[in-house]
T-cell receptor, first 113, second 113 residues
């Protein structure tokens, strides 16, 4: 069974700082990759997804992620965060052609104004 | 408005009682899912259903049961056999084919006293 690791449980940074959240998965086959975000008091929502093609994926709100197959990684980045990016971020992996998502443990990000 | 509704938002039950959590979607999605969210553990799949009248166990199905009698509804029963039922429960749905993301409901926070 696949597993997903998010290296940082908590990240605190100031506005305008750059953000990078790590995500590694363990599965040797073809995967689909996702980043979800949960803002305080809101539904879990999709930030971006990778199925195939360009390994650099752009999502909503200025986020992007890069799939590096050789490193089994799908790290999330944002060059300049805002206070409104305070949220919990989840990486998720799905075996291609399947429907089951496996989530990482989540990273809580606090952006100080 | 299309979406996923879960009720109630907060639920309190005494130990030893079964409790059923509601999940309804009007997105015409074939697949529905139940997750449990615990701090630091991300989301873990309890049960999922890819089509009406069919469902499969996820990673942590023990102590839970589901039914899928209608396309739009996927209720979850937390039974007295679940050893640690206090948690945040999230329902999700997707179109069911491999190339679509899951959409999440607002969640139900269950506290067993």
């Amino acid at each position: 069974a696949q597993s997903v690791s998010q290296h940082n449980h908590h990240v605190i940074l100031s506005e305008a700082a750059s953000l990078e959240l790590g995500c590694n998965y363990s599965y040797g086959g073809t995967v689909n990759l996702f980043w979800y975000v949960q803002y305080p008091g809101q539904h879990l929502q999709l930030l971006l997804k990778y199925f195939s093609g360009d390994p650099l994926v752009k999502g909503i709100k200025g986020f992007e992620a890069e799939f590096i197959k050789s490193k089994f990684s799908f790290n999330l980045r944002k060059p300049s965060v805002q206070w409104s990016d305070t949220a919990e971020y989840f990486c998720a992996v799905k075996v291609a052609a399947g429907n089951k998502l496996t989530f990482g443990g989540g990273t809580r990000v606090l952006v100080k104004p | 408005d299309g979406g996923i509704t879960q009720s109630p938002k907060y639920l309190f039950r005494k130990e030893g009682q079964n409790v059923t959590l509601s999940c309804e979607q009007n997105l015409n999605h074939d697949a529905m899912y139940w997750y449990r969210q615990d701090p630091g553990q991300g989301l873990r799949l309890i049960y999922y259903s890819q089509i009406v009248n069919d469902f499969q166990k996820g990673d942590i199905a023990e102590g839970y049961s589901v039914s899928r009698e209608k396309k739009e509804s996927f209720p979850l029963t937390v039974t007295s056999a679940q050893k640690n039922p206090t948690a945040f429960y999230l329902c999700a749905s997707s179109l069911g084919d491999s190339y679509n993301e899951q959409f999440f409901g607002p969640g139900t926070r269950l506290t067993v006293l």
